[in-house]
């Protein structure tokens, strides 16, 4: 690290991009002075499936392990007391990261996780559960649920899935040639039957990044909670959550250098002590009697269960090294990256799922080579150390919106390198020739 | 050859490129019919396939008188279900079920190749996908069209008893 170590939140003026060392920054990764594939050095392009981790957070969860580790919010030895102050001091790192107070943080097991405890919890409300406090969620037949054709199955499922159980209906917005969602019939799609209005901030396939504005502010005439899915905008953008006005969002440490097993709920503070509690059991309750149980206040009434204290520590390791490092800095290197990215679209053959420019879009770009299936091009990317993603993403519809059963796709993080770019893209420039279809 | 090419055998290619008996096509009469739907869901590839199957008669044993696919997907699952259509046509159920067995054992040698040679022979053009499983993640692609034979054949009852 080249700078300072302050907790600086994200959106806060860091350093001149021109001030911070990337080069150092890469260095703080073991993993990428790996070799693959025959000595072949690591190119890392798929950081939107995972980040790689920096020693910060590697160190972090080690001297957990090894100097602090018991289990939180019980028992009044020294240990519970050190691990429990670690787990709170990283909800505090994670909520000034994402603009959000420290009550308003629930810990989860990643954003899959937050997204289905919304879901779930709006389920208890409209099965009754919450009391009146919970009227607010409930949902009755005929009442909309509004997403959108680009999202993440994660943010897709778990509102079919509530549809399902309680009557509502799940309504979309489609999307543009270009990969973005289409909200030309915007008062058409959120209306006064609209109690949910669900969307990624940043897609994962085309790397679009949505209107949030526009659709915060639709949702907010209707009287519609809004839910936001920022699993691929947290790790990239500087993200104030109370700047945007969201109800609710979903973000996991994987993607944005933190360790698996961890992510976060934001939800509102007025609509987490509303809400009613999903997962049940132990730390999240008040009293219990064998009749009836009263639960604690959020965020503890959403974390049942011995919780993920050494992964939560970590997060709030990553967390506070990002904001160290900038999020307006990490934007700016990742906006160069992505310019280096979209040039892809000059390749004979190679044509690009989502916006062909740098405007409103991050460093992850989905493709197709014409003639060849996107675990070819994969494949034979691989054989030269280059790691992307192939498939559909978890986004079927979106893919069935394009005509295409699966992409190929290379994403970046703040470790990326130009040079990185330019080897894939000579890489690339092969495929079609190796399966002689040129 | 490097691992890449020893994947990518120019008879794989050639199979990807022109694969044999695509196009779905009707059941000869008086045959069993078993058709199967099977998807890669990591990747979206499927294939739709069905077998033509002469009954048993005479103690003799159902024979596989054709088969006949659809589907879309990477080289590697279009040459090997091309490869064996070709592979099975013509052969007792008997017979393919051994040759699905002798596939699977193939795809489990990590590169290696069977040590039973006659075995090996017994797949023909099928061996070129030895290099194949050398990839755990591209495995599923080889047996996909497989896959749709094995579940084709149970549901056209050749498999029963």
């Not at chain 1, 003026?13 to 790996?34: C, M, Q, S, T």
Request: glycine share 10%; hydrophobic share 45%.
């Amino acid at each position: 690290m080249t700078t300072t170590d302050t907790v600086r939140p994200a959106g806060a003026p860091g350093p001149a991009v021109d001030a911070v060392d990337w080069a150092a920054v890469r260095a703080d990764f073991p993993l990428l002075e790996r070799t693959v594939r025959g000595g072949r050095p690591l190119v890392y392009l798929d950081s939107a499936a995972t980040s790689q981790k920096p020693n910060v957070v590697l160190e972090a969860e080690v001297e957990f392990y090894e100097t602090r580790n018991a289990a939180v919010h019980r028992g009044a030895h020294q240990l519970a007391e050190e691990a429990t102050e670690a787990f709170e001091d990283a909800r505090a790192a994670v909520a000034a990261f994402v603009g959000a107070d420290t009550d308003e943080i629930v810990w989860t097991p990643g954003a899959t996780s937050a997204l289905n405890l919304v879901a779930y919890a709006l389920g208890n409300a409209t099965a009754g559960r919450g009391g009146a406090a919970a009227e607010r969620f409930v949902l009755r037949p005929g009442d909309e649920i509004v997403v959108t054709e680009a999202e993440h199955h994660a943010n897709l499922v778990p509102w079919q899935e509530l549809c399902a159980r309680t009557g509502a209906v799940l309504r979309w917005f489609g999307v543009t040639d270009d990969g973005r969602p289409d909200l030309s019939a915007i008062d058409d799609v959120i209306t006064d039957r609209t109690r949910v209005v669900a969307f990624g901030h940043v897609s994962n396939v085309t790397g679009a990044v949505a209107p949030v504005a526009e659709l915060v502010a639709a949702a907010r005439r209707v009287g519609a909670l809004t839910v936001l899915d920022a699993c691929q905008s947290v790790p990239h953008l500087p993200v104030d959550l109370h700047g945007l006005g969201v109800d609710f969002a979903a973000f996991s440490a994987h993607k944005m250098l933190g360790p698996t097993g961890v992510g976060a709920l934001y939800g509102r503070r007025e609509l987490l002590a509303a809400m009613p509690p999903v997962t049940t059991g132990g730390s999240m309750v008040e009293v219990v009697t064998m009749e009836a149980t009263t639960y604690a206040p959020p965020p503890q009434r959403f974390e049942a269960g011995t919780q993920m204290v050494a992964q939560a520590v970590g997060m709030g390791v990553a967390a506070q090294w990002l904001g160290e490092l900038g999020m307006a800095n990490v934007a700016a290197h990742e906006r160069a990256l992505a310019a280096e990215l979209v040039k892809i679209a000059d390749i004979p053959g190679v044509r690009i799922v989502g916006p062909a420019d740098t405007a409103d879009r991050l460093a992850v770009v989905s493709f197709v080579v014409d003639g060849v299936h996107a675990h070819d091009v994969g494949q034979v990317l691989d054989d030269k150390g280059i790691a992307v993603r192939v498939g559909h993403h978890c986004a079927q519809p979106l893919h069935r919106r394009f005509g295409v059963a699966a992409t190929a796709r290379a994403s970046a993080s703040v470790y990326t390198t130009v040079e990185e770019v330019v080897a894939f893209r000579e890489a690339l420039a092969g495929v079609r020739a190796f399966f002689g279809v040129e | 050859m490097s691992s890449l090419e020893q994947m990518y055998q120019q008879v794989i290619l050639d199979h990807a490129r022109h694969p044999h008996g695509r196009g779905l096509v009707d059941v000869a009469a008086g045959h069993l019919a078993g058709e199967s739907h099977q998807v890669n869901p990591t990747c979206g590839d499927e294939v739709t396939l069905r077998v033509d199957v002469v009954p048993a008669a005479d103690g003799a044993g159902p024979v596989v008188a054709g088969v006949s696919w659809e589907g879309q997907g990477c080289s590697i699952s279009q040459a090997s279900t091309s490869v064996m259509t070709e592979l099975v046509s013509g052969r007792s159920v008997a017979e393919v079920e051994r040759l699905d067995a002798v596939f699977h054992d193939l795809m489990g040698s990590r590169g290696k190749g069977l040590d039973d040679d006659a075995a090996e022979d017994a797949l023909g053009d099928a061996t070129a996908f030895t290099g194949v499983s050398q990839y755990p993640a591209r495995i599923k692609c080889a047996l996909l069209g497989w896959a749709a034979l094995k579940d084709s054949l149970a549901r056209s009852g050749a498999l029963a008893g």
